[in-house]
């Protein structure tokens, strides 16, 4: 049967990816026997996330609104690419992933991973220490 989560009612999550703000509209904790995880982050203007990846799932992201520079892989052989409004994200699993915003204007994006019912069945793994 179909389920409708709508943002208001949710909470923010400041701890999972610090330092955005993540609302997980779709996971196991809102709807039964889920297998995929959906949500909402904001992240300030000029931020940068810790890179890191995750062991069970691929992730996909749509970004709404910013402009973010994704740093992709590891130290040794990084990729940097720009992506703004419209343009969609796909990180296959164990892929090392973090973003800069470049904008002067908080960042959204819609996220899902694939293939896990909860945050914590992603297995995320930090590569380096979180930002200041």
Do not use: W
Not at 25 to 49: D, L, P
Not at 59 to 67: D, E, F, K, L, S
Not at 90 to 107: A, C, F, M, R, V
């Amino acid at each position: 049967m179909a389920t409708v989560i709508h943002l208001k009612d949710l909470a923010a999550n400041t701890t999972f990816e610090p330092p955005c703000n993540i609302s997980y509209g779709i996971s196991r904790e809102t709807v039964k026997n889920a297998s995929m995880v959906m949500g909402y982050t904001t992240s300030g203007a000029q931020i940068r996330n810790q890179r890191h990846y995750h062991i069970h799932c691929e992730v996909g992201q749509y970004r709404i609104n910013g402009r973010d520079r994704m740093l992709l892989g590891p130290d040794h052989d990084q990729e940097r690419i720009d992506v703004g409004p419209g343009d969609f994200v796909y990180i296959p699993k164990g892929e090392i992933h973090g973003t800069i915003n470049l904008s002067d204007q908080p960042g959204l994006a819609v996220f899902c991973y694939v293939g896990v019912g909860s945050v914590e069945d992603t297995q995320r793994i930090y590569v380096e220490p979180p930002m200041k």
